[in-house]
């Protein structure tokens, strides 16, 4: 494995109600490109964030203005000979996706500049994505010989089969504007506004209850995979054991005697 060039820095903003973790990932002189020793970093990052009973919410940035993530390392990528190779470098993408999909609160990635290839992979494992104006997007792969897989399968969830086949078979990038009308990002700010529009979101997530945000995230993760029928039955669980927690009931009661 090369050795490590990058830095995951994670800081924390106290709440009186919880935490919020900032996850920056800096490769910047590279455009903060993944490999293996990265993947690991990250991914233990997360899995680690999933255990901090107070988290609230996380930030997942990277450094430097030029880019979320602008792929996976190609000069790693172009040494691989062996399919399992190749089988063991994408497991490892595929890992932090789902580290990030399985972390129990919600992930806002923060976007601007370049996001690329496994970059858009990890973007779309992420809850919500809010972009800079700057922001460009693209699934490049096919130029360079592999297919766009692992985490890349959100994507017609994301912006439908036609846009996913346009990204993935024509490899062309996409602006922020054009993300927006797709659906792949919740918001597009100017630059100078992108740090004011995530605290916005993170302030809206922490004020919400602790279990109920992560009996929510829980619950849309299992919507995914479960046929209509099931997925209510899934709510109906979910709201009775809300219900037992009992984490409503101030908040509920505040509510309901507002005007009196």
């Known amino acids: 494995m090369a050795a490590a060039v990058h830095k995951v820095d994670i800081s924390w903003d106290r709440h ?4 919020v973790a900032r996850v920056v990932f800096d490769n910047a002189r590279r ?6 020793p990265a993947l690991l970093d990250l991914t233990e990052a997360f899995l680690g964030l999933a255990r901090e009973e107070e988290l609230r919410a996380v930030v997942f940035s990277g450094a430097g203005g030029r880019a979320f993530i602008g792929g996976a390392d190609i000069n790693h990528m172009a040494a691989m000979r062996e399919a399992e190779d190749g089988r063991r470098f994408i497991t490892m993408v595929h890992k932090l996706c789902q580290a990030i999909r399985d972390c129990p609160v919600p992930v806002i990635c923060r976007m601007e500049g370049y996001t690329l290839g496994a970059g858009l992979e990890v973007a779309a494992a992420c809850d ?3 972009a800079a104006d700057n922001a460009h997007f693209g699934m ?12 890349a399968a959100l994507l017609p969830r994301l912006i439908g089969w036609g846009r ?6 024509t490899a062309e990038n996409i602006d922020a504007a054009t993300a927006d009308r797709w659906g792949m990002v919740e918001q597009v700010v100017p630059v100078a506004r992108l740090d004011a529009a995530i605290d916005r979101c993170v302030a809206a997530i922490v004020d919400g209850t602790p279990k109920a945000v992560r009996a929510q995230k829980r619950l849309m993760r299992r919507w995914e995979r479960l ?12 709201f009775a054991q809300s219900v037992s927690d009992g984490e409503h009931i101030e908040r509920m009661t505040a509510f309901a005697n507002r005007k009196k």
């Open 16 to 19: 009186p109600t919880g935490t």
């Open 31 to 36: 455009l903060n490109v993944l490999n293996p």
């Open 128 to 130: 919500m994505r809010i």
């Open 140 to 151: 490049p792969e096919v130029r360079v010989g592999i297919p766009s897989v692992v985490e």
């Open 164 to 169: 996913t086949s346009w990204m993935l078979l």
């Open 227 to 238: 046929p209509l029928d099931e997925a209510v039955q899934a709510g109906i669980d979910a």
